[in-house]
Every structure is written in structure tokens, then in C-alpha cells.
Nanobody, 121 residues
Framework: QVQLVESGGGLVEAGGSLRVSCAAS????????MGWFRQAPGKERELVAA????????YYVDSVKGRATISRDNGKNTVYLQMNSLKPEDTAVYYC??????????????WGRGTQVTVSS
């Protein structure tokens, strides 16, 4: 069992930057691939970025390529998503997820409750 708690969301102006974090419980964090999903009002949840358990394999959805960086610190049981050059269309609830590498990049075994990111124009 892995429990995930997101933090770092908030309100930011377009063009700004934000880093969201996801703290995981349990000693098996390093064995899980991790992902960040987002869901905007009226839209389906979409995968934004994912990172394999080793950290060597990384995925980004096209809309954030060049603007986002996913990283993990296995010593701190934490995964991060750094977003730069934010756009109003990045506004969404951002969810952290974990799952085995076999499901990468669409990891979805465990979920956090989400953190709101709002980008003002």
C-alpha cells in the first residue's frame, strides 16, 4: 500500500512557474513508477508526466514538453513536477499516482487526492 499526498499547488500568473510535490508513505516507494495526472473542469483526466522507478525513463504529454520536468528523490520518498511558462490551459487539479513499472507510463494503482493549480491570464 502506498499513500500519496500532494502539495505545492496554488495560483500563479501566466508565464510563471510552480512546483508540485508528492510525498509517498512506505518503504517500497523506490519500486514504483510515478506519474502526474491533471483534470480540468469538464475534461477527462490526462497523464501529464511519468517517471519509471529507476528514474531513467520519463514521459511527457506533448502539451507540456519543454515546460515541465518530473523528478524523484527516492531518499525522500517524493516525486516532483516543475512547471514553467505556465498557461491558463494548465489550470487543473493535479494528481499524483503510483504503480508498477509494468503499467508505465499510465501508472494508476495508487492515487493522491490532488492539488489545485490555477493559472491566471
Amino acid at each position: 500500500q502506498v499513500q500519496l499526498v500532494e502539495s505545492g499547488g496554488g495560483l500563479v500568473e501566466a508565464g510563471g512557474s510552480l512546483r508540485v510535490s508528492c510525498a509517498a508513505s512506505g518503504r517500497t516507494f523506490r519500486s514504483y513508477a510515478m506519474g502526474w495526472f491533471r483534470q480540468a473542469p469538464g475534461k477527462e483526466r490526462e497523464l501529464v508526466a511519468a517517471i519509471s522507478s529507476s528514474g531513467y525513463i520519463i514521459y511527457y504529454v506533448d502539451s507540456v514538453k519543454g515546460r515541465a520536468t518530473i523528478s524523484r528523490d527516492n531518499g525522500k520518498n517524493t516525486v516532483y513536477l516543475q512547471m514553467n511558462s505556465l498557461k491558463p490551459e494548465d489550470t487543473a487539479v493535479y494528481y499524483c499516482a503510483a504503480g508498477p513499472d509494468t503499467t508505465y507510463p499510465r501508472v494508476n494503482q495508487f492515487w493522491g487526492r490532488g492539488t489545485q493549480v490555477t493559472v491566471s491570464s
